[in-house]
């Protein structure tokens, strides 16, 4: 999902599993219910007939995907473990240089 949202390509993805995630439902992409074949496929038919829709969504994945970086994803993480911990996180102790 991520390289196809990199590319500027709006996804339609079943429900499950890891790929709904790295959808934003009718901002970035579509995401069909498990086993709802009808919607899946009409929301490829939609993407397929609208340009500008899909043009539209394609730009949303690509900056949602630009947000995926091995750096967003640690400060993410960092973030997230020292709020659990009760700590205040320094994101610039693990940037790269």
Not at 5 to 14: F, M, T, W
Not at 15 to 23: S, V
Not at 46 to 71: I, T, V
């Amino acid at each position: 999902m991520a390289e196809a949202q990199a590319s500027g390509l709006p996804s339609v993805v079943c429900g499950i599993g890891g790929p709904w995630e790295c959808i934003r439902p009718g901002v970035s992409g579509f995401v069909a219910d498990p086993g709802d074949e009808e919607v899946f496929f009409s929301k490829i038919e939609l993407l397929l007939e609208d340009p500008r829709l899909r043009d539209r969504m394609g730009r949303a994945a690509r900056e949602f995907a630009a947000g995926m970086s091995w750096q967003a994803v640690l400060d993410g993480l960092t973030e997230l473990h020292s709020r659990l911990a009760g700590v205040r996180s320094n994101p610039d102790v693990y940037a790269r240089p």
